[in-house]
């Protein structure tokens, strides 16, 4: 039903704040308000360090919700009440148990092995324990994330990282699970996991690196605005249009003249 909202007044009002989603956002001016917030890092001269910020605005329904763990479990109990929440009725369970239909193959997981499809904005697999549903997202800024519930024992868990790439929330939700199903780890999941995010990004972040190390020399001055001037545009994002007042550039993009500066 068509509301005359944006996504991020629907998501709050009909999702976050019902749950009591209290430190979740879809904004990313909320985010950067809160005085407890992580810092998202990437590798860099051996260490650590916050060399990006992210601004998700423009995919905040794809991938711009900040949250905390203690918020995300109370979403998680919703997945897992197949759509009740504190005993109540909130989102139709057919409709809900619709996401998480295995709608084509994925092959298999390339760590555990397990049997792996994709549906509807979930992966659903078939493994060690069974059936379970989850996801995974990972920024180059520095975000690596993990959600994963096993629906027929009620159990569900939540990773949250600010470093990429890292295999850490799989091989934490992995030997959790171990823990839980079998009383024991069975192997170094971090590890393994740790390996297949290198063989990944590893080699792109080395060459991007070598590439874009050292600035260029002698650098190059910016021209004067106006030399910016004029219609850009390609076959994938559509006629760009850059205008100047002064020193100031507005570039003008999209079907409804979607403007930054």
């Not at 790439?165 to 030997?175: K, Y």
């Amino acid at each position: 039903m068509p509301t005359g909202q944006s996504w991020e007044e629907v998501a709050e009002e009909r999702l976050y704040r019902p749950l009591g989603m209290a430190a979740t956002s879809s904004r990313h001016s909320d985010f950067v308000a809160r005085p407890n917030r992580a810092t998202l890092h990437v590798p860099s001269q051996g260490g650590w360090a916050a060399l990006a910020t992210r601004e998700p605005d423009a995919q905040a329904p794809a991938g711009g919700v900040s949250a905390s763990v203690r918020d995300l479990a109370q979403w998680l109990r919703l997945e897992l009440g197949t759509g009740d929440w504190e005993g109540a009725p909130f989102i139709d369970p057919g409709a809900l148990a619709a996401t998480h239909e295995p709608l084509f193959s994925r092959g298999t997981n390339p760590v555990s092995g397990a049997a792996s499809f994709y549906g509807r904005g979930w992966n659903a697999e078939f493994g060690r324990h069974g059936r379970s549903w989850g996801h995974a997202g990972a920024f180059s800024t520095g975000a690596r994330t993990l959600v994963t519930l096993y629906p027929d024992a009620g159990l569900g868990i939540v990773v949250l990282t600010n470093a990429f790439p890292t295999g850490v929330p799989e091989g934490i939700a992995d030997s959790f699970f171990d823990l839980v199903f079998d009383g024991s780890v069975s192997k170094d999941w971090v590890a393994d996991w740790d390996g297949m995010y290198s063989s990944l990004f590893g080699p792109a972040i080395a060459a991007a690196r070598a590439t874009y190390a050292s600035p260029p020399q002698p650098p190059t001055a910016a021209l004067p605005a106006a030399s910016y001037v004029g219609s850009y545009g390609n076959d994938y994002v559509g006629e760009a249009t850059v205008t100047a007042d002064g020193e100031t550039l507005t570039v003008r993009l999209g079907p409804d003249g979607v403007t930054a500066r």
